[in-house]
């Protein structure tokens, strides 16, 4: 059978990329350890978390399934339910508890969403052979790793040790930027909307005190702006209570599995359309297919902790890795986020492929782990400060446009 030259090359950058090499003795090849995957993989989340665990298993693929001297079993774990249609408090809590207790585990990778990071995050700290390490691609809530509501962090490490990494940046950021943004079109009045949990409520907090330091005046009250009910039939009379307001925006901060469409319907049905009163997401609303498709969204503002796929660096292991994944998928990844999803697993087995194959010594790894841009899948170095952070801080802003999301301009945060 012929070789396919792209292959080779990727899974000769890959195993660069995390420290590998391609030989192993016979000797080492005896233990296994696995990396398990923790995302929602019901509702709205669905579409993007099958695509990140394509991602990683493309990954793992490249690197012949190894780290170092070590064999890597990759398993899915999934934080949602059927009944909630998207992730579950009690689901993530179990979830944590089979980690710990899977004595072949090793590390994980996830959390999608901040509040069922909030739950495993000390289940996994506390684990007597670790702490048992996770590596978030899409965790973008502060209080995880700084000061933010009250005992944040410090609540989330009862040994007072940080096992918790992520991949992209934080929604201090985010809101920083998309109010920047906002004041870049010309904004000057926006009403804010939360959904009412962790994520949405962070960043519609961040967004709200940023526009306000930008002059923007904030129609909303509250620090986080208004709750929306994701269990409401239509949202008519908020957007008539709105539109008596005047506002230019509505940022939106959220995600879009919690009656995320009927939102924008309505937005759209009683404010106009979107050039006339503009709409600003957060990334909860990014890779979701259902949510491109609807002709409400044309014209709606995204940002993104990260970059977008078009704008990761050409001509290395980034541009090498979107190649792969088309090949052998026959379609690109969903978002963005699928693919820092393989950038937080090719840090998991940076640190793996150092270590003595112990949780604790994984944990310890982890605290040097610093892969080049040059050989990172999505193109920026993965390196982390103290707390856990990326030490990178790419905010992108996308526009819905023909259905797709489309780039509009990478943002440095002031």
């Not at 990778?109 to 996770?134: F, H, R």
């Not at 841009?373 to 856990?388: E, I, P, R």
């Amino acid at each position: 059978m012929k070789k396919n030259p792209l292959r080779v090359a990727i899974v000769a950058v890959a195993a660069a990329a995390v420290g590998l090499t391609m030989v192993s003795s016979p000797a080492s090849a005896n233990k296994t350890l696995v990396i398990a995957s923790d995302l929602p993989k019901q509702g709205g989340s669905a579409d993007q978390s099958a695509s990140t665990n394509k991602a990683i298993r493309l990954l793992l693929e490249n690197v012949n399934y190894r780290a170092g001297k070590y064999k890597i079993k990759f398993r899915e774990y999934d934080n949602s339910t059927a009944a909630k249609g998207s992730w579950d408090d009690a689901q993530c809590a179990k979830n944590a508890q089979a980690h710990v207790a899977a004595r072949d585990e090793i590390a994980v990778m996830g959390t999608y969403n901040s509040g069922c990071a909030k739950i495993m995050v000390p289940i996994l700290n506390q684990d007597p052979k670790g702490p048992m390490v996770m590596v978030s691609n899409a965790n973008t809530n502060p209080g995880l790793t700084k000061v933010w509501d009250p005992g944040e962090p410090a609540k989330f490490y009862p040994t007072g040790k940080r096992n918790y990494y992520r991949v992209v940046t934080t929604d201090d950021n985010q809101g920083a930027a998309a109010a920047q943004y906002a004041k870049e079109l010309g904004v000057t009045k926006v009403y804010v909307l939360n959904d009412r949990q962790t994520y949405g409520q962070g960043v519609a907090r961040s967004f709200t005190t940023n526009a306000k330091k930008q002059g923007i005046t904030v129609l909303s009250s509250g620090d986080a702006g208004e709750g929306w009910d994701e269990k409401a039939p239509n949202y008519e009379a908020l957007f008539t209570k709105i539109k008596a307001l005047g506002p230019d925006m509505i940022y939106i901060g959220g995600i879009f599995d919690l009656n995320g469409g009927q939102l924008v319907k309505d937005k759209v049905k009683f404010l106009g359309s979107n050039t006339a009163v503009k709409m600003m997401m957060p990334d909860g609303f990014t890779g979701y297919p259902d949510f491109l498709a609807l002709p409400e969204a044309a014209g709606a503002y995204l940002s993104f902790t990260g970059l977008s796929i078009d704008q990761f660096p050409k001509g290395g292991a980034a541009e090498d890795f979107q190649d792969q994944y088309l090949l052998k998928y026959g379609e690109p990844p969903t978002s963005s986020f699928s693919v820092y999803g393989a950038a937080a697993t090719q840090v998991l087995l940076d640190a793996i492929a150092r270590s003595n194959g112990t949780r604790k010594d994984v944990f310890e790894k982890m605290k040097t782990v610093n892969i080049p841009a040059s050989k990172s899948v999505v193109g920026t170095q993965l390196k982390f400060d103290k707390n856990g952070d990326i030490l990178s801080k790419d905010i992108t802003v996308l526009i819905v446009k023909d259905k797709t999301e489309t780039f509009v301009k990478k943002l440095t945060v002031k």
